[in-house]
């Protein structure tokens, strides 16, 4: 059964950091894609970011280029995102997600439950 465990939400600051994580079991993590999306109140999901299977290539939304960072380490199933100079409009529960799509824009097929993040003004 393929989990995915988004974790490292929480209430910041506007120009604040955090580094969300997302654990992976059930799958051949090494083979696949990860990505990360999020859905503000009232919003359809968005895509944040992609890595592909091997790390050597990424896609960032507008929305967060140059503030956002995706890495994994296939050594312990894990992808992170780190978040910097965040804004009151990155508040939203973000999404972990894999698939095996070639690109970092997905398709994805396994969603993880979400995690919230908060970003006070």
């Known amino acids: 059964q393929v989990q995915l465990v988004e974790s490292g939400g929480g209430l910041v600051q506007a120009g604040g950091s955090l580094r969300l994580s997302c654990a992976a079991s059930g799958l051949a993590f090494s083979s696949y894609t990860i990505g990360w999306f999020r859905q503000a109140p009232g919003k359809e999901r968005e895509f944040v970011t992609g890595i592909s299977w091997s790390g050597g290539s990424t896609y960032y939304g507008d929305s967060v280029k140059g503030r956002f960072t995706i890495s994994r380490d296939n050594a312990k199933n894990t992808v992170n995102l780190q978040m910097n100079s965040l804004k009151p409009e990155d508040t939203a529960v973000y999404y972990c997600?894999?698939?095996?799509?070639?690109?970092?824009?997905?398709?994805?097929?396994?969603w993880g439950q979400g995690t919230q993040v908060t970003v006070s003004s």
């Open positions: 997600a894999s698939g095996l799509a070639r690109s970092p824009v997905g398709p994805y097929r396994y």
